[in-house]
């Protein structure tokens, strides 16, 4: 077989002509013979020459191909980009290099290419085209190329960490060619579909099965990444899962957080596969481990995210926290023409406490206030912290009449639950409280603004008691 190189291809045709065209002739006398795909397009990446070898690697014919711009052979169309902004350009400096795409056959099947490239040169230098020879990945190139888009993506700081675990589903499930991809949680035998991709479309985040009637089971007992490539044919033939799903071939692995199982990363098809190697298992494990640190990530942000939503003190929601509940309350009231009322809380004399006994001792008041609260009111009511002795009480779906009752309901469960103080003294507390229910179409402030006028007025008149 003649062997040609691209650098010898550039040197033939500058030499063929000297100006800007390409010879399909000289082309088809180079490399009509190679075992390689070679596709030779013009300035504007348009196909002027395919070899045989394209022709039986693409699926395409040589007319189907011809003026046609080579995104059609790209599986990602932002990979043509790319590439475009590489290499593929007349003002391209870059020398004959390898790098690896996704492609896309006529039939829709993709596949990773090992392709070189470059631009090709007339006499004087300027680009007259460009040639790539690509050849179908082995096992290794595509585990490598599917290892750096995991590094890509678990790389990526503007991705939220669902979005890095979906799209790690996704590079195994393009370098499988499989269709179901599963991260499960595993609480006792329930097996809880937390996150999938289903590329056939029948499976939903939340579905529960036994864990006996998944594949994931043999993962589980085996604590290790488990594939079968052919279930029909294998010893697993009975399984529940097959004679339910009929999944032919199957890869997963156990997600452990803190050592302790959190559930599994599993990847399945209708189809069977080639075997599973041991690549394969390295490539699981890996997103395996990756999708772990992900979700101990997401959980630790959740923990600081709430953290920073709750008083230190009261473990009650602090202003912030409190001020968004309420708006987004009172915006669900005025859509919905909701009865929602509040009621301005202030503890009496508790500048005296602080001056008397202590800061501490006024610390132990609001821990026993927001004890006394917390116990208070429907699921849906809640209590905050404003600041400092200052809180807000929050009825959704109740009128000024129930406010008012629960407001007095706190002053008598304040009077009968003493504050131990310093040297065995202690106090009962006692607050002023103003209500105030929604009006149509009234805001946050305004609606706040009238509870406090009408908790003012409960101070004035002696404290220890609700007004409206």
């Not at 180079?30 to 045989?52: G, K, M, T």
């Not at 190139?141 to 599917?146: C, G, H």
């Not at 991705?159 to 675990?165: E, G, P, Y």
């Amino acid at each position: 077989m003649k062997e040609t190189s691209i650098g010898d291809s550039e040197t033939a045709l500058a030499k063929s002509s000297g100006v800007s065209e390409i010879s399909p002739g000289l082309l088809a006398e180079l490399f009509e013979s190679l075992e390689e795909a070679v596709l030779v397009a013009d300035r504007n990446r348009r196909l002027v020459y395919v070899n045989l070898a394209a022709e039986r690697l693409f699926g395409y014919r040589k007319d189907e191909l011809y003026g046609k711009e080579t995104k059609v052979l790209y599986a990602d169309e932002g990979d043509f980009s790319e590439q475009g902004r590489k290499r593929f350009n007349a003002a391209s400096n870059i020398a004959t290099e390898n790098f690896r795409v996704v492609y896309r056959r006529s039939d829709g099947e993709q596949f990773l290419g090992m392709t070189t490239g470059s631009a090709m040169r007339s006499a004087d230098g300027a680009v007259t085209g460009f040639i790539g020879v690509v050849r179908p990945a082995h096992s290794a190139d595509r585990s490598l190329d599917a290892l750096q888009r995991v590094h890509t993506i678990t790389s990526d700081i503007n991705m939220t960490h669902n979005q890095k675990i979906s799209s790690l589903m996704r590079v195994v499930l393009n370098h499988f060619g499989l269709e179901i991809a599963i991260l499960s949680r595993i609480i006792e035998n329930d097996y809880i579909v937390e996150d999938c991709v289903d590329l056939i479309g029948d499976l939903k985040p939340l579905t529960k099965f036994e864990v006996s009637g998944t594949y994931c089971s043999h993962t589980l007992n085996a604590d290790k990444t488990v594939g079968f490539h052919y279930v029909g044919k294998s010893e697993i033939r009975n399984h529940p899962c097959y004679k339910n799903f009929q999944l032919e071939s199957y890869i997963g692995a156990p997600v452990k957080l803190n050592g302790d199982i959190y559930g599994t990363i599993n990847f399945s098809s209708p189809s069977p596969v080639e075997p599973f190697n041991k690549d394969d298992h390295i490539l699981v494990e890996l997103v395996s481990d990756a999708i772990s640190y992900l979700l101990y990530k997401k959980m630790a942000d959740e923990e600081l995210e709430a953290l920073a939503r709750v008083d230190e003190l009261t473990g009650l929601p602090n202003r912030r926290a409190t001020l968004e509940r309420l708006n987004q309350l009172i915006d669900q009231s005025n859509r919905f023409t909701k009865d929602l009322s509040v009621l301005s809380i202030d503890i009496d004399h508790f500048k005296k406490i602080n001056d008397k006994w202590g800061h501490a001792a006024g610390d132990r008041a609001l821990v026993e206030f927001g004890q006394v609260v917390s116990g208070l009111g429907r699921k849906t009511d809640f209590c905050g912290r404003i600041g400092g002795e200052e809180f807000v009480f929050v009825l959704s779906g109740a009128d000024s009449g129930t406010a008012q009752a629960l407001g007095d309901k706190l002053r008598h469960l304040l009077a009968a639950t003493p504050v131990d103080l310093n040297g065995g003294e202690s106090i009962s507390l006692s607050v002023s409280a103003g209500v105030a229910m929604l009006e149509n179409g009234e805001s946050v402030e305004s609606l706040l603004a009238r509870a406090d006028d009408a908790m003012y007025r409960a101070k004035q008149q002696g404290r220890d008691r609700v007004c409206q």
